[in-house]
């Protein structure tokens, strides 16, 4: 990011979403939520190439569509209070959950790693927190696209082997988590979303490390410390006991009040997930053997990164819990 004045967007991208944690109304939300997609927009332009310029379009469309839609459902509904419904739907097509996805995808293939990350995890950050400042009536309605997201999200990835298909179907499926985890104390969804994006932005510090496309070429490096590190930090992602992504699913399972095919789906989702990322990691996993374990080393930036993936939700747990 070296023009300047994509520090001013960035700026915009942040404050807005504050914005939206902060307002009291639904007219600011609407332009909290319009700033930030107008502050992403120009940073999806790192290289300033032809593909870039359609993504954002296929980007621009459903977050105009869900932006219209929900500032449409909010002034009509002092008429209609069944229109109150659109809300929360229009924020799950900006959350690109399932089954309002098929922008998702697309938008992802076409990123570079920086604005794809970002799209992973602060563009989140908006969006479900309009919905968790809904009435609890209206958040019990997306229970079942919070048990189709994670289904999907689990099915989607089986059949892929580039690592940012993989990334987005597993972006759906914790989707349907932190869907999930409005139907429970605040708490859970903060701490669900901040060991989401520990744990992907340590991902990310490994990734641009390397090109990689295929999970052949990532855990082809030389140092095995990295790949191992990698590893462990997938299989958190997937929810492997007992690593931090467990616990966070255990702890949603724990305080939702979503119906029992819900939490069935949920963990269904979650098992399927778990089962392309175990194949992802197995071969790097086994060729530890070959390394001598006990003699790797871990620079400064990469256990500092691994600490705060694994061990921050933990001590956030104990804050607002005990």
Avoid at 144 to 164: E, F, H, K, M
Avoid at 298 to 313: C, E, R
Wanted: charged content about 5%.
């Amino acid at each position: 990011m070296k023009s300047p004045h994509k520090f001013l967007f960035l700026f915009l991208m942040v404050t807005s979403t504050w914005m939206v944690l902060s307002s009291s109304n639904w007219l600011t939300t609407w332009m909290g939520l319009e700033i930030n997609m107008l502050g992403f927009i120009p940073l999806m332009y790192l290289k300033e190439t032809t593909n870039e310029s359609e993504t954002a379009a296929k980007y621009l469309v459903p977050q105009a569509l869900g932006s219209t839609i929900f500032i449409a459902s909010a002034t009509t509904a002092l008429y209609l209070n069944n229109l109150q419904t659109l809300m929360p739907i229009a924020m799950c097509l900006k959350l690109g959950a399932a089954p309002f996805h098929f922008w998702f995808p697309p938008v992802m293939a076409g990123l570079p790693l920086l604005p794809a990350f970002l799209l992973l995890t602060w563009q989140k950050i908006a969006p479900i927190f309009a919905i968790s400042s809904l009435n609890s009536a209206l958040s019990a309605k997306i229970l079942p696209v919070a048990a189709i997201s994670a289904l999907w999200g689990g099915v989607g990835g089986l059949n892929q082997t580039d690592i940012r298909s993989l990334l987005t179907y597993s972006s759906i499926a914790h989707t349907g988590w932190m869907l999930a985890s409005l139907n429970g104390p605040t708490q859970t969804l903060v701490i669900y979303i901040t060991a989401y994006i520990a744990i992907t932005i340590s991902i990310y510090s490994c990734l641009t490390t390397q090109y990689a496309k295929s999970h052949k070429q990532l855990f082809s490096i030389k140092e095995p410390q990295s790949s191992f590190l990698l590893a462990i930090m997938i299989l958190s992602l997937g929810g492997l006991p007992p690593l931090t992504g467990f616990i966070m699913k255990l702890l949603v399972l724990n305080f939702t009040e979503a119906g029992m095919i819900i939490i069935l789906s949920l963990i269904l989702g979650a098992m399927t997930s778990l089962f392309y990322y175990l194949s992802l990691t197995f071969s790097p996993l086994l060729m530890l053997n070959k390394n001598h374990f006990p003699k790797l080393k871990m620079t400064t930036k990469t256990a500092t990164l691994f600490l705060l993936s694994q061990i921050l939700p933990l001590s956030l747990i104990m804050i607002f819990f005990w």
